[in-house]
């Protein structure tokens, strides 16, 4: 059996189990960080720079792109570096992609901090019998004759500032009072045009916001600086909602049969986000009253509970939603406790089954102004696919079902404690990793297409995926794995991950033919929906530039392997590329930048939608991609 | 004495009783009742015709416009014929200005009906699997259809309908039942571009809007019938504000010092709007759900009450006020209860003392657009002055006092029954007409003009407002009239207007040297007023073309008696008009004309305001104006 290590990440501080021979790379990979990488992991970018701490690795290949001077202080690229100990390695801001990316000062360029809401001090002149301006009209003329002076000696502060056109009666009665209070200065909190709040002097310096993730499970909130957009905090939860069911058809059936099913559904996931922004602030050290504005973005099931829209017509036939556009309402109006007079913004859907997230990964990965095509998925119960460029952009949701969360699978689970997250047959025995230092319980994901892609290579499933009986082994099984092969007393076909001996329950952990069959749907309706978004763009595999992985799976997923089992294209490997948390990443930029916030409208608007129930060629596509490739396939 | 005759006026059902001699025109007139007349009851321009149901008259000069066979129908002009009993007289609509011409039929195209919140129905197509556009979606991209369709064949329909772009969370909420609660049919109740309500079906024949005077004495309610303009009811009450306090002052201080103060003014007239409100239904017979939008005017201070915005700086130097433009609030957050979903929309102020009441003017007689130079003037406690045309526009406000309003004058009283409302000394006598069938019992405003000017004429008042002794009188005064001027044991040198046998209270009826001195105050402030909007726009008396005269008192006022006094400047009668309670007609104009409400925010943006009291030389100027007008000035 091979030897695990420890693996360290700073500045993150997780920490991540390998097996012996893993990559530095393919350890942040696990670690569920996203790293630069333009060639996927293949040594031949030199994007992927970290410096080793502590621990002992090989290096083949950094020299390359690493001058000797840096390799003599531990610097090295991930991709090329061996683990060979336990070891602890940082990733500077210079190697990370996206959440880094839009937050860190050294790449602030690239997207302009220009939020949606802004404060702006306004120093108005005292009323006198010569200028009875009304208190409105004072704020208002002098905010433009301050904005329009700024413009002139420094462009940056203004440009996007708008003249405040509106203002909302709960403002207006706090505004004599505010006005007064400290000699006539006051702060005006703007979103877009409409002054959302007034505060008395000059308190343009706090200014805060809040990006929450409504993911089905779970719910993370990014607290964020609105004058630069830094990152203050994170925070997250499990999605409450989970109590009702795991799954969001569940939630809408308890919502649509339930008398107050909506209500309560509503007040869970509200309460959720409350204890997020109170535990964000406390961590920060803020007033709570600083924050002025919060962005969600959730599937559409989660953006209808949200915001208490009926979700009822999601789940029937055919599948319609309430609300698709973005949506500003007052926080007040929806019980979230920041500002009384803030604001929530909902990133808008694009279809029934096709949410807020998935405009938040074209948004983060840009596709929508790529001249390549490109495809992005996210795998979860649904696989909520992509393809396109800024000419042209389609998307379709498959029922790929619960088999890579672990359900449904004999010995699945999803990825905790205990799990096996990965599986190798070597040349004399079945090695597997398990999160955490828990001995063996089930496997997750991951594990699950490892354990069926190295049996497709060792033969022991076939194209079909029958699995093969002990009988039926080609004569050049080695034994080590011809002993694992079984016929088990209810699960007859099945494959010996982990011996009782081994397994925290005492019982064997087996691959069983019905996990085979569950994985080959779930596959299958991957690859099908794949298929027709390429079938409809009239393209190939060879005229896709990149196949982009998104949400909590995709970045845990092994390429190769996904690769062997069909569940992704066969393309090489180095344009399949993790884009990490894009979900979270699109709410942090529809917080920070009125302009990604339009263009996440647009993709809502622009994105077609194709019902693959209605595909003509659907089902015969989903049972022809329910096979496995043949071997020679993949490179 | 001479004889009384009581006029009645159809349709309006109104009762004045007048003296012997008076013209149907002048009752018209103190009925409070606006006729047209481009010549101002001089006979020559053939506007004021009329119909005599009942009754003798004696017409001096009709048939000079009105033919032969009209004439024996009693058609008459009313500046013509003189009352000779007791009459009933029809104003037909096409005789009738302001109020009648944006509200009828006959004249709907001057004003087109095209309100701010309009339903439109809606037929959606049903969802399928071939079309799962979003609820919302599928409203507005049918609506948008639709009336691209309906623009084609049926002009009218559509111009100005905004396509919709904005919705609420709480409509938002309504949306999935509304739509298929009658098979994808709805009723859009649009208030601008904003989705504002939902009904399922087509309700889109129902649809009401409420316009409220809101006077500091009295609140007026007009229903109107979103669809084509037409008014279905009138309602008025008491501010029930005045028993906190008779005049703006008094509540701003007791809203300033008070606590909850604000809080009860404002609830107390939210009360009387939806009291008038319920009124107004009851009697027209539909649901107060139909009604989507009250329009509000009325001076700053009751648009800060009404509003609950603090009116505390109104009150104190420098006079300023905290919003001058029109807002559009929703009918929940204010408490009025009309639809839940519906709109409350209060016009725009010009300044701390001239209101939207001021704007409603300008509204209601398009000063703003004319090209000749007008005057306009509403006379209350308050006076406020508008001048100008097209070109330049510019209002002030002069503190005239309450005198007008019977108030500080010795036996003053307000317009009600049993007040002396006009003074005439004839050859032989001191002739008075009383409002109602009550003895008299005090003078009101009306009279208190007309008897300062009658003494001016008869030499008992100097031009400098000295009150002459019995002593001091011109050798040719008439026994009847030297006989009524008396130096009375506390009021001095004093006129006596109705002996005790006449009165009500068996005690004599005076105008004393106090109430010479308090009306010149009154009109000195108006007139000094007048005098400095002139120098502003560098005019003279000859370059008006109309003098205006608004609200309440104003159409009571006899023209040529308030020239005598010099409250009204000296130009000829004909040029001196009554425009009604134009703040009730600007009220109903914002809300049947969405072009309207527009204007009224730019005569608000656009109107200059001047405050007298830093006007140089408003001092030397008010002394001056106190002065009364030479005899020979008139005309």
């Not at 790293?35 to 502590?54: H, P, R």
């Not at 949410?355 to 938040?360: H, I, R």
């Not at 790529?370 to 998307?395: H, P, Q």
């Not at 647009?602 to 015969?620: G, P, R």
């Amino acid at each position: 059996m091979k030897k695990r290590y420890k693996v360290t990440i700073k500045p993150d501080e997780k920490t991540v189990w390998v097996l012996e021979g893993t990559t530095i790379y393919e350890a942040i990979e696990e670690a569920g960080i996203i790293i630069k990488s333009e060639c996927g992991g293949s040594g031949v970018c030199g994007s992927c720079k970290v410096m080793v701490l502590d621990g002992q690795y090989e290096d083949h290949g950094s020299e390359r792109f690493i001058s000797q001077k840096e390799l003599d202080k531990n610097n090295l690229l991930a991709c090329r570096a061996v683990v060979k100990s336990n070891l602890t390695v940082d990733i500077p801001i210079t190697s990370r992609l996206f959440e880094q990316k839009i937050l860190t000062e050294g790449v602030e360029k690239e997207i302009e901090v220009s939020p949606w809401v802004q404060k702006y001090y306004v120093e108005t002149p005292k009323p006198t019998l010569e200028d009875q301006q009304f208190d409105l009209d004072r704020i208002l003329n002098t905010f433009q004759i301050q904005t329009n002076r700024k413009v002139q000696t420094n462009r940056k502060v203004c440009t996007d500032l708008s003249q405040p056109t509106q203002v909302s009666l709960d403002v207006l009665r706090l505004l004599p009072d505010a006005l007064r209070e400290e000699d006539f200065g006051v702060t005006v909190v703007l979103a877009g045009d409409e002054i959302i709040g007034l505060e008395s002097g000059n308190k343009s310096e706090h200014c805060y916001g809040v990006a929450i993730d409504i993911g089905t499970t779970t719910v993370v909130g990014y607290l964020l600086d609105l004058l630069n957009g830094q990152e203050l905090g994170v925070a997250s939860r499990t999605n409450p909602q989970t109590s009702i069911g795991d799954d969001v058809v569940t939630r809408i059936n308890y919502a649509s049969t339930n008398q107050d099913g909506l209500e309560k559904l509503h007040e869970k996931i509200i309460s959720c986000l409350n204890e997020i922004i109170d535990e964000l602030v406390k961590e920060a050290g803020i007033q709570k009253s600083d924050i002025y504005e919060v962005t969600t973005v959730g599937n559409t099931t989660m953006n209808h509970l949200f915001l208490k829209l009926n979700p009822k017509y999601l789940a029937l036939n055919p599948y319609v939603g309430v609300l698709r556009e973005g949506l500003s309402s007052r926080a007040g109006e929806l019980g979230i406790a920041i500002n009384p007079h803030g604001r929530v913004y909902s990133m808008p859907n694009i279809a029934g089954f096709v949410g807020g997230d998935t405009v938040a990964v074209i948004l983060a990965s840009q596709i929508h102004k790529s001249k390549e095509i490109k495809f992005a998925i996210d795998i979860g119960t649904n696989g909520e696919l992509v393809m396109g460029n800024r000419e042209r952009l389609i998307a379709c949701s498959t029922a790929a079902g619960p088999a890579f969360e672990g359900a449904r699978i004999t010995y699945g689970m999803r990825a905790s404690n205990g799990a096996i997250e990965k599986v190798v047959i070597d040349k004399d025995d079945v090695e597997i990793n398990t999160i955490g230092t828990s001995k063996p319980i089930g496997i997750c994901g991951t594990a699950l297409i490892d354990s069926i892609a190295e049996l497709l290579k060792a033969g022991i499933i076939d194209k079909n995926g029958r699995m093969k009986k002990a009988d039926e082994l080609p004569d050049n099984t080695p034994s080590f794995i011809r002993k694992r092969v079984i016929n088990h007393e209810h699960h007859r076909s099945s494959f010996v991950l982990v011996t009782g001996t081994m397994s925290r329950s005492g019982k064997d952990i087996l691959l069983t033919q019905k996990d085979v069959r569950e994985t080959q749907l779930a596959k299958g309706a991957i690859a099908a929906g794949y298929k027709i978004l390429k079938d409809t763009l009239g393209i190939d595999d060879k005229d896709i530039k990149e196949v982009l992985l998104a949400g909590a799976f995709g970045n845990y997923i092994r390429r190769e392997q996904a690769k062997r089992i069909g569940l992704l294209p066969d393309i090489s490997t180095r344009r399949i590329k993790f884009i990490g948390n894009a979900a979270g990443s699109g709410a942090k930029m529809a917080l920070i930048s009125r302009k990604l916030r339009q263009e996440a409208l647009e993709i809502s608007n622009n994105t077609e939608y194709i019902e693959l129930a209605v595909s003509k060629d659907f089902h015969k596509t989903f049972a022809e991609a329910m096979y496995f490739p043949e071997a020679d396939t993949t490179h």
